[in-house]
């Protein structure tokens, strides 16, 4: 008889979402007549670029012809073209990345979850609380132990390291999902001497760089010095460019990021990483990536803008509500999501509860991510204009009461 991994059992039995789902559907049974506004999962609303389902199309077009049909992309790593484009796409924020440090994936997500087999499972690893789930879930799979660092009301829910901790694998996100928070260049600097002196690795989640408005908040964190000897950044193409549907997104690991094998050998992260990608993915499909490719041209990127600026003008209809209603939060500005006290000391899924029963509106709450999430609530601004400012002012009308 197999064996199973008993480190699954130490997960919660469903993930954050399937349980709102859960508790949406059963209420939508009770209630068939309740218009429920959804605010709770970071998917996006607006359609995709039109150059870039252009390119997309011509892709699949090339595929059904016997001159261009491309089968399997002979480093794994995605298309010459795509990697190229994605480190002009670094040029033009300042930030000098080759594209040969570049691998296409099919969502940061994959990657966030993928990463940890190249490292050992007696790694100690760093995250801070609140944390998108997948970090904790995916290392507790493999048996790491998990360690965390407080993001709270106190640190404007960006926490700093704790030089008397110890740890092998940083997990970091700015602008962060759930809370919105950043870190500005100079906290970034302080994670990533932390990270040299222990001789961590840092795993940097930038899914929402293209969110950044502020001078002081790098879009990448190898935009602050040292980073490319300690980290490894992972970034999407889901929220920037509408992709949650197509699955694309791209990986940097450093030519200069290595570590000590137990011989005591240099062995190159990026080497590994190629590896294990080599064994276990095949790549992205051509279309998707020549719709990726497209999202960098000129047209591509003012097109993205539009949308982007679209889900701003959102996160600012949320975000001056709560300033109205006196309530505190972080987020909006840097971030498509707005991380939001719960008012009268409610409890997370209480105010969950509260919100659906009573303004018919989802959201997120805030102890689905850790510890730190409970009293606070997730909002997104990845809903549609006109619903988005319909359910604001039945927030406002209910608790102004």
Known sequence: MPTINENFLKLEKNYLFINIAKKVNAYIAAHPEAD???????????????????????????????????????????????RK????????????????????????????????????NDNTVLITDPAYPVYVD??????????????????????????????????????NNPTGSVYTKEQLKTWIDYAKKNSAVIIYDAAYEAFITEKDVPRSIFAVEGAKECAIEMCSLSKTAGF?????????????????????????????????EGSKFNGVSYPVQCAAAAVFTPEGLKEIRENIEYYQRNAKVIADTFDELGIKYTGGKNSPYIWLKCPDGMGSWEFFDFLLEKANV????????????????????????????EAMGRIRDLLKK
């Open 36 to 82: 429920i506004i959804r605010m709770g999962i970071g998917d996006v609303t607006q359609p995709i670029a039109k150059c870039v389902v252009e390119a997309m199309k011509k892709g699949a077009d090339e595929m059904g012809v016997k001159e261009t049909f491309k089968g399997y992309e002979d480093s794994g790593a995605g298309y010459d073209f795509l």
């Open 85 to 120: 484009a994605v480190s002009g796409y670094y040029k033009s924020f300042g930030v000098d990345i080759p594209a040969s440090d570049i691998r296409i994936n099919d969502g940061a997500k994959s990657d966030c979850g993928n990463i940890v087999d190249i490292f050992g």
């Open 362 to 389: 989802v959201g997120t709450p805030g102890e689905g991510f850790g510890k730190n999430g409970e009293g606070w609530f997730r909002l997104t601004a990845f809903g549609d204009k006109d619903r988005t400012v």
């Open 244 to 276: 949650t549907g197509m699955r694309c997104g791209y990986t940097v690991v450093p030519h200069e990021l290595t570590v000590k094998a137990s011989d005591g050998t240099e062995v190159s992260l990026a080497q590994l990483w190629g590896r294990r």
């Open 138 to 175: 995916t290392n507790l799979m493999n048996g790491r132990k998990v360690i965390y660092a407080d993001s709270n009301e106190e640190n404007g829910f960006a926490a700093m390291p704790d030089e008397n901790v110890k740890c092998d694998i940083i997990y970091l996100c700015s602008p």
